[in-house]
């Protein structure tokens, strides 16, 4: 019975291509030949060849055409996972070579949810400047769907927020970090803010901006409402963009909804040009807990673990102070 290794060194002497592995994954994704091609930017009839080619070298069926385009078959689809996983390794390789080379500690790509960004990223990330000088952080500021599909496309090496309903959890590794509260925000002089009294329930004649249907937050926005005998708001805007909230906010009577550490360092910024209040109606809003998420098959890269370690200590001390 041959070992992994050995079938996978059979492979290699069989002419095994990287190119061909990066192919198998664009048709995955793309569902079309054509563009599956387009991304690997070669010709169609040049796809087709090293799809064939594949299929001998690894002995098994890998596609199957129809009239809507292409799609993987079970074999196909367990080869293309396992070369997402190769060739994802192999851009962080790549990344730690050239910050080798550079004489770098090493880069990390984080993601995050909106509050965490403010009130754990930002003060970690300023420390970091004296403790770990060479150290590069690049932060994407994101919804926890599009975080957990950049994680699993090998974008980012960890992020700040949670795995959606709809994506395989047992993919991830979690360590519990809280919840993420959150704020209704309004501008400065909207008429809330000098209302005598102003509830919930008062919030419900103005226009919502929000995230999107099917985002955590819209749903834990709307079951807050819903459980405490309230309608959901009768217009609400959709979108994820912190700017584009503030925006509206600013421009308009409308409301938004933001993490509270959001709320407040706008708020905060009021004798310098800021327009924001916070709204005092809902104390008890929340995210549920987020976490600190990575991938379950990926050793993280010494930069990565670095930046683990100094998040970890920092949320130590934040419990200890608390």
Sequence with gaps: MKTSRELGDELVSRGIKLRQLALIVAVERCGQLSMAAAMMNITQPAASRLLSDLERIVGAELTRRHSRGISLTAAGERLAARARSMLR?????????????????????LGSVTGPSLDLVLP?????EQAEPNLRVRIDVETSDRLAGMLLAGQLDL?????PDRVDAALFDLAPVGPEPLSLIVRADHPLVSASGATLRDCLGFDWVIQPPGSMMRVSVERYLLDRGLGVPGKVIDTSSLMLTMAFVMQSDAIGITSRAAARLFASVQGQGGRIACLDVAPELEVPAYSIVTLRDRVPTSAAQTFLTILQDALRNRGADA
Excluded: F, T
């Design 159 to 163: 992020y700040l927020g949670r795995v």
């Design 124 to 128: 970690i990330v300023r420390g970091l």
């Design 89 to 109: 390794d192999l851009d962080i390789a790549g990344r730690e070579v050239r910050d080798i080379d550079r004489g770098m500690v090493g880069s990390v790509n």
